[in-house]
């Protein structure tokens, strides 16, 4: 069976493999865009939607894409692509290598995403997956109640002259929330970072159900703001007097969430990952006889244990090389970095 190891990403040592290396390698895999996913790396393989956000956000680098479902072969091993339904373009990462089929999911949601490929389920030996949200304290109520409570939240706000300002992530968890205030017919406007992506989605053929602006303090009356949440301490944000500010994001089941988020009217858990209930989904349906967990808490494992499924949460990687040197590297890329795990 392939070792697999957690350094600064995910690293096959068998087939000198990397994936979703935080620290620049000289080839990566790439599941989807997030910056605690990327780096400058020499060489990618990923979507053409990844890599055009890539391009984005790290500049050139010699780029390989495979669409969903082509299988490209590479001597030690094969790789094929599936959609992870997390962001445009996100990919689950099959390897075959000896004869064992081996996931990497990347980060997964199984519910429908308003802005992005339905998730599908890849059969597979061995599954090592996300488990951010791998507590049973994050069962998600259904997204229909939280997008009804979102729309309330913006009726109320408008009908009280104020300026609904909704904090999400600038890649994905802001076109989702772009997308769902576009359908029931809201003015929108974005952030510059959430309108460069915004636009990048709709170079790759994303229609959304309507017009959206970007971010000007002249006009904000009657419309939405979606900025992502590092804005909320400064001035674009504190500046609107009249304000109600909404964070989308799965730590709302948590219950000190009202107090985390200084600033924050409503915190609603519209999350771009799988609750507790799609991990374990995810985990048996996947057939694995190796579940490997990582990101969260080694629990899950131990829970995936109970339930009589052979799962071991991926502990960092501490081995002969310099991984203090990986880390300092990657922390270079700036303060954003430190906020995608806290705003999934
Ligand atoms: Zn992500």
Known sequence: ????????????????????????????????????????????????????????????????????????????????????????????????????????????????????????????????????????????????????????????????????VVLAYALGKSQEALELLLRNDYRVTLHGSVWNVSEIYRELGVQFSGKYERYDREHLRHRVLIAPPGCRKQPMITNIERRYVIMLTGWAMHRSAPYMYRGVDLVLPLSDHADFDELVHLARASQAQRIITMHGSAKFAAHLRELGLNAEHLAHYTGSESVRTARKRSSKKGAQDAEPSLFN
């Open 1 to 164: 069976m392939l070792r697999v190891e957690y350094r600064d990403g995910l690293y096959l040592p068998d087939i000198d493999l990397w994936l979703d290396a935080a620290s620049a390698r000289e080839r990566c895999v790439i599941s989807h865009g997030h910056s605690d996913h990327i780096a400058e790396h020499h060489a990618i393989i990923s979507t053409p939607e990844t890599a055009r956000i890539f391009r984005h956000r790290c500049g050139d680098a010699l780029v390989e894409t495979l669409r969903y479902g082509e299988r490209r072969d590479y001597g030690q091993f094969a790789l094929t692509l599936f959609p992870a339904g997390h962001c445009l373009g996100s990919a689950q990462i099959l390897i075959e290598a000896d004869g064992e089929r081996l996931v990497y999911t990347g980060d997964i949601k199984l519910r429908p995403n308003a802005a992005a490929e339905d998730a599908v389920i890849v059969p597979c030996d061995t599954l090592v997956m996300e488990s951010t949200f791998g507590d049973p304290l994050y069962k998600f109520p259904p997204d229909v109640a939280t997008i009804a409570r979102l729309y309330a939240a913006v009726d109320r706000a408008l009908s009280d002259d104020r300026v609904p």
